[in-house]
């Protein structure tokens, strides 16, 4: 039989539990960790980035293909897809990565329960699974238990006609009409992937912009690129029903100050607006842990809840709810605990969102940055100047980098343009080193490379881009 006492018990095998639980073995803990899922992973590997980044891929590949290919002087004829094929990609990548995570697991000596756990006592969590209950003694318990999609009052996720990105991730075949309640990052990504297979996309967001929390010219220059792939908006836009007619949806719409009614059908409803902290079945009101106004549980700088000896990480804090930064807590946690100095820097966290072209942002907005009274200095640098994106036929969007006016510290930077994604690390590394623009305008990048506009953009916080 495992043994049933641990230095620290981790509650949910999502990337802040599991990289917790690694961490804190590599640094001599005994570690349990409990998953009610039957695969590790959490949101993130099982129904969340990777799957959703599998069908990116794949629509990308099919769409190029069908589509994109012309301009290189390539001629393709009657290419056509087989949704299975795709599905069964997905399903094998997601079950790889998780496979990925149980060998991790045992090369680290973590035990793992599989089963819900509750808080049950001071030190103790009970594990409740297909064998019926077990309790663990724990001198350390963290909270990872991530997040779900919030519920739009009114609407019934049935993951078929109504869908939450779940079912999105799992359909059987493609609507010919989608429509995306919310225009983030979920509606977005997905609505992409749809589109590209053939669905007529329409989002309806409340606000009257879509990406609301990325820098307000990236929002407006994506907005307009998705509208070219054909991607139809209705923004400053609310839900008030929906309702199932037949088969298909029907969705009564208004603007969101009030005023006349419209209906719009579709064959699918993606729900993406938000998600909540997960915290069901938990216990915490057993011991007392406090949670904030929004619902997320209560933690100070060192992950510590009100409750001695209970911790919390990941998306059940709030803050960014981003795979990465959830590892990040877990890392820094881990060490915390072994009496070492882990951090994490809320400044230099990265946000992507895997759409064509890309989106890639860190730290502040124009916006915020305004809000804030800080002055500030902007350089801009399109890619439709830059010889690598032109060559590969990938010239849309641009870089811009916020440098403080005095200092010229870089406060936040914002790109849109192929693999955004990747390029922004750089940035992310400038931001954390603490770098000014004129650092990364006195580095060599190597030509021709989408990584010359960053350079650019710096440059250009100082008026003196060479290419444009
Ligand atoms: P989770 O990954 O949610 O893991 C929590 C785990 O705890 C779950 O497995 C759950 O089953 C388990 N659990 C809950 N309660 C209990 C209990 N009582 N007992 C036992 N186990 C329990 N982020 C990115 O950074 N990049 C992306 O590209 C990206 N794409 C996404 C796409 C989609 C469609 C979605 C939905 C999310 C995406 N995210 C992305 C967000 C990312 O998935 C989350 O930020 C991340 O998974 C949070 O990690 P976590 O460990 O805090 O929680
Ligand atoms: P989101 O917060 O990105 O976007 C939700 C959108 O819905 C917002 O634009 C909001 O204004 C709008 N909205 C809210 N209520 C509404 C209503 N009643 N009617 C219409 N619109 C409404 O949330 P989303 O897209 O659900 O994603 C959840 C989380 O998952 C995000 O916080 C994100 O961090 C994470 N995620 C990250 C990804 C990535 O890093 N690439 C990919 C997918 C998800």
Known sequence: MAATSFDLVVIGGGPGGYVAAIRAAQLGMSVACVEKRPALGGTCLNVGCIPSKALLAASHHYHTAAHGLGTFGIATEGVSFDLAAMMAHKDKVIADNTKGIDFLFRK???????????????????VSGAEGETTLAAKAIVIATGSESTPLPGIEIDETVFVSSTGALALGSVPKRLAVIGGGVIGLELGTVWGRLGSEVTVIEFLDRILPF????????MQRLLAQQGFAFKLATKVVAGERVGDAARLTLEPAAGGPQETVEADVVLVAIGRRPHVDGLGLD??????TKRGFIAVDAHYRTNVPGIYAIGDVIGGAMLAHKAEEEGVALAELL?????????????SVVYTWPEVASVGQTEEQLKQAGIAYAVGKFPFLANGRARASGEADG???ILADAATDRILGAHI?????GELIAELVLAIEFGAAAEDIA????????????????????AGRAIHV
């Open 108 to 126: 680290n000596k973590i035990t793992r329960f599989t089963g819900a756990g509750r808080l049950a006592g001071e030190g103790q969590v009970v």
């Open 214 to 221: 990325h820098d307000g010219e990236v929002s407006k220059a």
């Open 286 to 291: 057993t011991v007392g842990v406090e949670r």
């Open 338 to 350: 072994a009496g070492q100095h882990g951090h994490v820097n809320a400044e230099a966290i990265p």
């Open 398 to 400: 641009f870089v811009k």
């Open 416 to 420: 849109i343009g192929p693999n955004a």
């Open 442 to 461: 006195r580095t060599c990048h190597a030509h021709p490379s989408l990584a010359e506009a960053i350079k650019e953009a710096a440059l250009a916080v």
